[in-house]
């Protein structure tokens, strides 16, 4: 499936007053009250090898190659995976697994249970004279794609991102845990204390936010740490998992309430089918972001900046940093103004009009 990116200014909406509208169209909210806050995913976005569109295999995800493109770009984060190896060394990597072939049989290892070494032996080398592990990746439903990109990358930590990354891009670091596995106290005490010390020692005034799926390791690095926010991070209920915390909305809420956490990162979808939530996480105080594919289309992304949602991450980061960089307020006044005149919709913002919405994305995905 590929996405298209559309130009946020030609999506008016008809059910704000004048005041409204000039608030939302020359003020957004986002991180610290300041700005709609847009995060690149992976830095300048993930790897589908599975699809079509060139553009979800144009950089290698979550490398220093593709940070420093991002970091180009006027957007305010990137966005990466981190977890602890072996030898305790915080690596960005966002699967659980990692795949090579070994005479034509594939091969897969925790990478967790992968010393920084043998971790940096696949893939694209530092020393051209050395010749990686072939590289490959399996998707959610089990085929396996060679990791080919057009502009490849070595593996690196998250100690050589503080250092090789352009300034003054800000980092939203995900704490990444096996949402198959049973974590103990001290386990994940040892691995955000890892990650910890390396923030402490190079993060310097890079702004830094932490985000993670793991209810127990968002709240826990909330208890080691009170400089930096942690979000939580929810489907929303788009798939059911054993720890109901995980499963909606709501318990996502009580999850940062009772942690003491700063806010909530959500599937884009879950926004959309609940979003009379929004105003809840707003009652509780809470900031709230979201993630997922719609977040490429430039109308989903304006539509929830009028929703009230503070920022977004985005894999088509250049599209998208374009599409909302235009600040011609009057212009999209006009447009609302023009939109209202030509609809029969109530002036309230009302289920039917969100309904609108939903029956719109799928108009603006490009399927293959």
């Known amino acids: 499936m590929a996405v298209k990116a559309v130009h946020v200014s030609d999506v008016p909406h008809p059910n704000l007053d004048h005041q409204q509208q000039q608030l939302a169209l020359s003020s957004p909210r986002g991180f610290a009250n300041t700005k709609f806050v847009v995060m690149g995913h992976r830095g300048s976005g993930m790897n589908m090898l599975q699809s079509p569109d060139p553009r979800m295999k144009s950089l290698k995800e979550n490398s220093l190659l593709s940070f420093n493109a991002a970091a180009k770009l006027p957007l305010d984060f ?3 995976d981190v977890q602890v190896t072996k030898d305790d060394c915080p690596v960005i990597f966002h699967d659980n697994f990692i795949f090579t072939q070994q005479q034509g049989v594939l091969v897969e290892k925790r990478v967790t249970d992968l010393t920084l070494q043998e971790l940096l032996s696949y893939g694209p080398q530092k020393d051209e004279s050395n010749v990686g592990k072939p590289l490959f990746r399996k998707t959610k439903d089990g085929r396996v794609f060679e990791w080919k990109v057009e502009q490849d990358d070595c593996f690196c930590t998250l100690e050589e991102a503080f250092n090789k990354v352009e300034s003054p891009v ?13 974590y103990t106290k001290q386990q994940l005490t040892h691995s ?3 990650i910890l010390k390396v923030v402490h020692e190079h993060a310097g005034d890079r702004r830094i936010m932490f985000s993670s799926f793991q209810p127990d390791a968002a709240q826990l690095m909330r208890k080691l740490q009170q400089k930096y926010h942690v979000f939580f991070l929810t489907n929303g209920g788009s798939e059911i998992y054993t720890d109901t915390r995980r499963n909606s909305l709501e318990e996502a809420i009580h999850v940062c309430l009772e942690g003491g956490l700063q806010g909530i990162v959500s599937e884009v979808k879950a926004i959309f089918r609940n979003p009379g939530a929004i105003a809840r996480i707003k009652e509780a105080k809470l900031s709230l972001f979201t993630y997922g594919q719609l977040n490429n289309v430039g109308e989903v992304v304006y539509m929830q900046h009028l929703m009230g949602v503070e920022g977004v991450i985005v894999d088509l980061v250049d599209e998208i940093t374009r599409a909302i960089s235009d600040n011609d307020s009057d212009k999209k006044v006009d447009q609302l103004r023009k939109f209202q005149r030509n609809t029969t919709l109530p002036p309230q913002f ?5 309904s609108f919405l939903l029956n719109l994305m799928p108009q603006l995905m490009v399927n293959h």
Not at 171 to 179: A, G, R, T
């Open 78 to 80: 990137i966005e990466f």
């Open 170 to 182: 800000g980092f939203n670091i995900e704490l990444k845990f096996d949402d198959q596995l049973v």
């Open 192 to 194: 955000l204390d890892v």
């Open 350 to 354: 009302s289920k039917e009009e969100l």
